[in-house]
């Protein structure tokens, strides 16, 4: 079945950086659109970075522009977000997903950012 599992957050000082990885099984990776999304407490979970198959397009969230990048190794079967600056507002749950809001979930990791 399809697995996705994140790894990386942990707590860091404001400016600082942080880079999360997500490994997949379960499905052919290399053809799949790959995501992150977060949801920090009482807010809605929202989209922070897409990447296409064979790294084609990228998109990200305007807030985190310039800061993120999203990247992916599909030997590896492996989706990164890097995460640098980073800025109390960035506090949040991240999930990895394939296959878009109705699609498969990672479980998240927790990144805190403090001031």
């Known amino acids: 079945q399809v697995q996705l599992v994140e790894s990386g957050g942990g707590l860091v000082q404001g400016g600082g950086s942080l880079r999360l990885s997500c490994a997949a099984s379960?499905?052919?990776?290399?053809?799949?659109?790959m995501s992150w999304y977060r949801q920090a407490p009482g807010k809605e979970r929202e989209l922070v970075a897409g990447?296409?198959?064979?790294?084609?397009?990228?998109n990200y969230a305007e807030s985190v522009k310039g800061r993120f990048t999203i990247s992916r190794d599909d030997a590896k079967k492996t989706v990164y977000l890097q995460m640098n600056s980073l800025k109390p507002e960035d506090t949040a749950v991240y999930y990895c997903?394939?296959?878009?809001?109705?699609?498969?979930w990672g479980q998240g990791t927790q990144v805190t950012v403090s001031s």
């Open positions: 379960g499905f052919t990776f290399g053809i799949n659109t």
């Open positions: 990447i296409t198959s064979a790294s084609s397009r990228r």
């Open positions: 997903n394939t296959g878009g809001i109705s699609g498969y």
